[in-house]
């Protein structure tokens, strides 16, 4: 079965700091993909940033990068030169070869930037 | 491209009352899904739609009907309303592999 594991519910991270959001997973299938989403207070869905298993490099996305550390089974998203538009929730998701029709999500991390 | 649609984006409804919440998607997806967000547990998966014609159940079906009569829509139905289905609601679509999962705006259901 997948599980997607977020430890950490809420984090404060200084204006123009670097934060970075945990994520482990737990598949058995060895093809599979992991997704970061924002989830802003006006509700929507906003799709960051994608690692495939079999991708040599760690992905990159503008400020985001995925720290991918296979043998650990660690997707952590790290966001550079925060913003105070970079409040909100954000959500580690696993789609897998076997069941691809779908995201199974981790529990999300609150993120507060001060300025 | 209105990419994925879905309304009403706010509901109320009395306990017991039925209704059904629509998703369209203009992308020409195969892949259709329900979820429900509720605090602290992140997104679940209710139904699910490989293709027209093909539904199946997610995580958490119970109390909810799916049909895929066409590509494009995928309207989720309540049968009976209970407070338990008090959530945010999420469509979502995207084709098979692991591109990005699209999702619509959400609908937010308070059941009293």
């Known amino acids: 079965a997948q599980k997607i594991t977020q430890t950490q519910p809420g984090m404060f991270v200084q204006e123009k700091e670097a934060v970075t959001l945990d994520c482990t997973y737990d598949t058995s299938d060895p093809s599979y993909g992991l997704f970061w989403y924002k989830q802003p207070s006006s509700g929507e869905m906003i799709f960051l940033i994608y690692?495939?298993?079999?991708?040599?490099q760690n992905a990159t996305e503008g400020r985001y990068s995925l720290n991918f550390q296979k043998a650990r089974k660690s997707a952590n998203l790290v966001i550079s030169a925060s913003q105070l538009g970079d409040s909100a929730m954000y959500f580690c998701?696993?789609?897998?070869?076997?069941?691809?029709?779908?995201?199974?999500f981790g529990a999300g991390t609150t993120v507060t930037v001060r300025a | 491209n209105a990419g994925v649609t879905q309304t009403p984006k706010f509901q109320v409804l009395k306990t017991g009352q039925s209704m059904t919440l629509q998703c369209a998607q203009d992308?020409?997806?195969?892949?259709m899904s329900w979820y429900r967000q509720d605090p602290g547990m992140g997104l679940r998966l209710i139904h699910y739609?490989?293709?027209?014609?093909?539904?199946d159940q997610g995580e958490v079906p119970n109390g909810y009907n799916v049909s895929r009569s066409t590509t494009e829509d995928f309207p989720l139905r309540l049968l009976s309303a209970a407070p338990s289905q008090t959530s945010v609601y999420f469509c979502?679509?995207?084709?098979?592999?692991?591109?990005?999962?699209?999702f619509g705006p959400g609908t937010r259901l308070t059941v009293l």
């Open positions: 979502a679509s995207s084709d098979p592999g692991y591109n990005e999962q699209f």
């Open positions: 992308m020409n997806h195969e892949y």
């Open positions: 998701a696993m789609r897998d070869k076997s069941n691809d029709y779908k995201l199974s």
């Open positions: 690692q495939g298993s079999y991708d040599q």
């Open positions: 739609s490989v293709g027209a014609g093909i539904t």
